[in-house]
């Protein structure tokens, strides 16, 4: 019954256009979401696809996969966004030229791939996928790195992350773990 949909009694055919939109989300933050805003202007369904699932407490990936889970579902219900979008952790694979068939059998099946990450849309590309790059929201300030730098320096981060994501981390202590797995402090 894949792809199909009961109209007034038929069953009909009806094509959604899914799409994988594959990052690390460490934390979400407001680029992010404008990516996910992109990609739905282009499929009738998207796939957030969190990348090293089984990374955490590192200074690149602070946080838990449960974490990160519930800080795009916080921003997805907010956003009213929860009926067109799941969210899906795959884990990273030792061998780049098999991770592709990994998610494939991880993911439902799709025909898009929103990433900005080279060797992501490299990878899909030579498996004949349509691999965009995201337009990014003023790359240099929204960015994971730049919140996470922010984070354990005490800058001012919360305006570089939707707000549920920054209520989020205050209260399971995130900014504090940065600060430590950093060395801030």
Same mark, same amino acid.
């Given at each position: 019954?894949?792809?199909?949909?009961?109209?007034?009694?038929?069953?009909?055919?009806? *094509?959604?256009?899914?799409?994988? =939109?594959?990052?690390?989300?460490?934390? =979400? *933050?407001?680029? *992010?979401?404008?990516?996910?805003? %992109?990609?739905?202007?282009? &499929?009738?369904?998207?796939?957030?696809?969190?990348?090293?699932?089984?990374?955490? %407490? /590192?200074?690149?990936?602070?946080?838990?996969?449960? /974490?990160?889970?519930?800080? #795009?579902?916080?921003?997805?219900?907010?956003?009213?966004?929860?009926?067109?979008?799941? #969210?899906?952790?795959?884990?990273? &694979? /030792?061998? *780049?030229?098999?991770?592709?068939?990994?998610?494939?059998?991880?993911?439902?099946? =799709?025909?898009?791939? =929103?990433?900005?990450?080279?060797?992501?849309? /490299?990878?899909?590309?030579?498996?004949?996928?349509?691999?965009?790059?995201?337009?990014?929201?003023?790359?240099?300030? %929204?960015?994971?790195? +730049?919140?996470?730098?922010?984070?354990?320096?005490?800058?001012?981060? +919360?305006?570089?992350?939707?707000?549920?994501?920054?209520? %989020?981390?205050?209260? #399971?202590?995130? &900014?504090?773990?940065?600060?430590?797995?950093?060395?801030? +402090?």
């Amino acid at each position: 019954m894949r792809g199909l949909t009961l109209l007034n009694g038929d069953l009909r055919a009806r *094509h959604v256009r899914t799409g994988i =939109f594959v990052g690390r989300f460490q934390p =979400f *933050h407001k680029g *992010h979401l404008e990516a996910v805003r %992109y990609a739905l202007g282009r &499929v009738d369904r998207l796939v957030i696809v969190i990348g090293s699932a089984q990374r955490n %407490y /590192e200074p690149r990936n602070p946080f838990t996969l449960g /974490e990160r889970i519930e800080m #795009i579902w916080r921003v997805l219900r907010a956003e009213g966004l929860l009926d067109r979008v799941l #969210i899906v952790p795959v884990q990273d &694979v /030792e061998n *780049h030229a098999t991770w592709v068939k990994f998610v494939e059998a991880s993911v439902p099946e =799709f025909s898009h791939v =929103f990433s900005n990450d080279p060797l992501t849309l /490299e990878l899909f590309r030579a498996e004949g996928y349509d691999a965009a790059e995201v337009p990014l929201l003023n790359r240099p300030l %929204y960015m994971a790195t +730049e919140v996470r730098q922010r984070m354990a320096n005490g800058g001012n981060w +919360e305006d570089l992350v939707p707000s549920p994501v920054a209520e %989020y981390l205050k209260e #399971i202590g995130g &900014v504090d773990r940065v600060r430590r797995i950093l060395g801030a +402090e």
